[in-house]
């Protein structure tokens, strides 16, 4: 069925006033005598992690002194905090986080109770994939009413041609004639959504098996202020170039880690298009997706500023497209940092806000200058250490990187017992986790620091 992009947007569904089911709230699972509050594990989380960062400082002096004695005591102090305290506080604050963190159990819920779901899929010179994903739609076993809205956005390949050859009884085509970018073409097709749970898909993912279900399932059992949901992003095309390769470790190692520890503490941060579910009444009164380059991110802080919870489901798994060369994977990361940028600059008070997800909005404003910062010290570092001083290189190597190693270990842990519940297995991509380790932040961490900049020029493309 083809939706005229001029036609006036339906009249909103009464489904979207109904309230959602929801699991119990004194489900026994959730309430066992041994159950340890979230506060409370927030609270030791952060206790253990800044009594770590103390424990540095005085570790660190030794070095302090050394460097001192050639840069001055205030630099010297800065360097330290940059290449061994805050990563060793923030290591361990993941370490911990991740050994508390018990994922509540999904429930289950009757055929009945299973609300309607809008899926949205903006799709812009999609020719190559769109029909796959189409047919991993097809093979979900979603229970509830499901309607698929494609908006084809001014595609110049044979994208609408390909949507034309199908004709799959959920399917809506919204074609628009000229392309106006992704936040213009999800807003048009939220007007059309008649249901009170909207999911996002990136046209080029693949969904995986019982992926919708899972989505929808963790929604209703999370907390009843939950507003999204962000699924969990893989790379499909993992084999493509070593690009690729790299790019399949941080998707699968670090994104799912943060989210994972973000929702933990009530506050994923990003709920990204490629796979997040969202209450359709929320993305209406928050306005829908800004049209600028960090759509996801601003969205998401806007539903965090009105006091909703975004939650993060582990298991509900779509595989899509990532950039295959150098140059488009630091324009992508270019475009993240600019959408950090424009977050903070629409919704700077969330720094404010006296919840436990205030400390990842503070995280995401001081990593991204840690990181330029250690970048930086890198070349200085190993000349020193070349010369026989080792007073920036012994804190990395002896302090920093052990519990880096143990932070890192544990994220690989639960990822794969996670994988292998979902009949995947991780796959022996050693080349892509040594570069990965050695050399993906370097390469990543300048194109960041333009994107920055670019938000202060503002700059920006639609695609």
């Not at 929604?219 to 939950?226: R, V």
Request: charged content about 15%; overall charge positive; glycine content about 6%.
């Amino acid at each position: 069925m083809s939706i005229n992009a001029q036609d006036v947007a339906r009249q909103q569904s009464p489904a979207l006033a109904i309230a959602l089911p929801r699991a119990a709230a004194n489900d026994s699972r959730l309430r066992r005598w041994h159950h340890l509050s979230v506060r409370f594990k927030f609270t030791l989380t952060l206790s253990l992690s800044i009594g770590w960062a103390v424990c540095l400082f005085h570790l660190t002096q030794h070095w302090v002194r050394q460097l001192g004695a050639l840069e001055g005591s205030l630099l010297a102090h800065l360097m330290m905090v940059v290449i061994a305290i805050l990563p060793g506080a923030m290591n361990a604050f993941f370490f911990v986080g991740l050994l508390l963190d018990r994922r509540p159990p999904r429930s289950r819920f009757a055929d009945s109770d299973y609300p309607g779901v809008t899926l949205l899929i903006a799709a812009y010179n999609e020719e190559t994939s769109i029909l796959s994903t189409l047919e991993s739609i097809d093979r979900q076993s979603y229970p509830g009413p499901l309607e698929v809205l494609v908006i084809n956005d001014g595609s110049t390949d044979d994208t609408m041609g390909r949507l034309r050859s199908v004709s799959y009884p959920w399917l809506h085509v919204i074609d628009l004639k000229c392309n106006g970018g992704k936040a213009k073409a999800l807003n048009n097709g939220l007007r059309h959504a008649a249901y009170p749970v909207t999911v996002t898909l990136d046209a080029s993912a693949y969904l995986y098996r019982d992926a919708l279900r899972r989505l929808v399932e963790r929604f209703m059992s999370d907390p009843p202020n939950t507003a999204a949901v962000a699924g969990t992003v893989m790379v499909r095309n993992s084999r493509q170039s070593l690009v690729t390769q790299l790019q399949e470790w941080d998707y699968f190692h670090g994104v799912a880690a943060s989210k994972r520890l973000q929702s933990l503490f009530q506050g994923t941060l990003v709920a990204q298009s490629a796979l997040s579910l969202y209450r359709t009444d929320i993305l209406r009164v928050v306005g829908g997706w800004p049209e600028c380059a960090g759509e996801d991110t601003v969205l998401t802080w806007a539903i965090l500023r009105d006091a909703h919870r975004v939650g993060y489901c582990e298991d509900a798994i779509a595989f899509t497209r990532v950039p295959s060369t150098l140059d488009a994977l630091v324009n992508r990361r270019r475009r993240a940092s600019r959408g950090l940028y424009e977050a903070f600059k629409a919704h700077g008070i969330l720094l404010l806000q006296p919840r436990m997800s205030t400390l990842f909005v503070w995280w995401s404003l001081l990593l991204p200058t840690v990181q330029l910062a250690y970048t930086l010290l890198l070349v200085p570092c190993l000349l020193l250490a070349c010369a026989g001083v080792w007073s920036l290189a012994a804190p990395i190597v002896l302090l920093t990187l052990p519990v880096a190693l143990l932070a890192n270990g544990l994220m690989y842990l639960i990822q794969s017992r996670m994988y292998r519940a979902q009949g995947l297995t991780v796959r022996r991509n050693r080349l892509g986790l040594l570069l990965y380790t050695v050399l993906y932040g370097l390469v990543l961490r300048p194109g960041g620091a333009i994107g920055h900049a670019s938000g202060l020029l503002k700059r920006y493309r639609s695609w």
